[in-house]
């Protein structure tokens, strides 16, 4: 079977059906990407639906928008498809594959980057863990994909990671290994995850995260906390002053080749899904640290001023010592400059993760959405998670801006006070810009 993919290549497959929906292609046996020149790529058994949509890593269509995939031989199987077509060709029109891997581990002891001999990990300071550059960043994109921590002491979660993006002094990516994950960590259950995406296998660690974070260089640091990080870093510094631990890190990047003469920008994917983005995207994150909301006020969860982006991921914790009302309260989309509301995101807190009824039957997690700690003892405390990858949350030219109120009335009427108790509220947003 011969078909023409994304203008460029002319793929031969092999596959059969599984009935009269489903086409199981096996794999490519031959990709001429021009008349003299033939490559042999294998792919991974995948089933094809028509019914299903563009849900794969990435998708090509002919002129026509689909695919004509036929029985060999047997005409009157023949079913009109979309096909996946793995790592050859980008979600969109260009030839794309993998480069080689890349990224670091590191056991127990901490080894700077490019030296030979470890020790233990000093307790507050930043510390450089690895650094990688794109050799040829108009031919390929560099992509950081997975990272793991291991470890144990009170405040596990309070450490944080840090990605330097293109040279950048501050970080665009900075994060706490708890909330950045998804939640608070306050609970010792595990383990959990938000599918591939980020989760947490062990206590209080195996934390792990398949983030897709592009560049051309990148610098990643770790600064291992039992607090919430302190703005002034020579009084966390003098703090931990001659405190070590044991730490355990993995970090694993990946370069998707292009071919310099197809004018074709990569495109890269997100975790999860098959939404692809464009070689000029870049992740960011927005960060809250217990913010005290008295009721009806507003919690910036994201804010860019850039004409094109996408958020990708929501974390929230609020605590609360006097009930739970404020979880009337509803998500927005705000204009950036005006700060009027231009879209609802929920009826209420928990709708937006997902739960219902104040979150009645408990802790639970989906590669969508998580409720990942509540506490209902002496006080409230709850965090959850909400990923952005398959409910695509994205925006054009004017930028954007996402909120979370403390206690929202009947409708989200903005005019109106909520009976909602004063809270502390902190956040991590991942978005993408570009």
Request: net charge negative; with cysteine; glycine share 10%.
């Amino acid at each position: 079977m011969s078909l023409e993919c994304c203008g460029l290549l002319t793929l031969v497959t092999t596959g059969s059906f599984h009935d009269d929906k489903h086409f199981l292609l096996t794999h490519v046996d031959r990709v001429f990407k021009s008349r003299d020149q033939r490559e042999t790529e294998q792919l991974r058994p995948v089933v094809v639906d028509n019914r299903a949509g563009l849900r794969y890593t990435s998708v090509c269509w002919s002129p026509t928008g689909a695919i004509q995939l036929c029985s060999m031989g047997l005409r009157r199987w023949c079913v009109v498809v979309p096909i996946l077509v793995a790592e050859l060709c980008g979600s969109g029109n260009g030839y794309q594959s993998l480069g080689a891997s890349f990224g670091t581990a590191m056991k127990s002891c901490y080894t700077p980057p490019g030296a030979k001999t470890c020790t233990a990990w000093p307790m507050g300071q930043e510390l450089d863990v690895f650094e990688h550059s794109c050799t040829n960043s108009s031919a390929s994109l560099c992509v950081m994909r997975h990272f793991w921590s291991g470890g144990s002491w009170p405040g596990y979660q309070y450490t944080r990671l840090r990605y330097y993006v293109d040279g950048e002094t501050t970080a665009s990516v900075s994060f706490p290994l708890g909330l950045g994950h998804g939640s608070s960590m306050e609970d010792d259950d595990a383990p959990w995850s938000a599918g591939g995406t980020f989760g947490k296998t062990g206590q209080p660690s195996g934390i792990f995260n398949t983030y897709a974070i592009p560049f051309t260089t990148v610098r990643v640091t770790v600064t291992l906390l039992n607090a919430p990080e302190s703005a002034d870093t020579a009084a966390q510094t003098a703090r931990y002053a001659g405190q070590t631990t044991s730490f355990w890190i993995i970090l694993r990047g990946e370069t998707l080749l292009g071919i310099p003469s197809n004018p074709t920008p990569i495109q890269f994917t997100l975790p999860g899904s098959g939404t692809a983005l464009p070689q000029t995207a870049r992740l960011r994150t927005q960060e809250n640290s217990a913010v005290q909301l008295a009721p009806g006020d507003y919690l910036e969860l994201v804010k860019s001023s850039s004409n094109a982006g996408a958020v990708f991921m929501i974390a929230l914790q609020v605590a609360s010592g006097k009930g739970e009302t404020f979880l009337e309260g509803c998500f927005r989309v705000t204009d950036p400059v005006s700060k009027q509301t231009t879209m609802l995101l929920s009826s209420g807190t928990e709708d937006y993760f997902l739960g219902t009824y104040y979150f009645n039957r408990g802790k639970y997690s989906n590669p969508v959405a998580g409720l990942t700690t509540l506490n209902r003892t002496t006080s409230v405390i709850f965090s959850a998670y909400r990923v952005h990858t398959d409910d695509p949350l994205a925006w054009g030219e004017g930028g954007f801006r996402e909120t979370w109120r403390n206690g929202d009335p009947e409708g989200c009427v903005e005019s109106a006070r909520p009976g909602a108790p004063p809270v502390a509220a902190s956040s991590v947003a991942f978005y993408y810009e570009w």
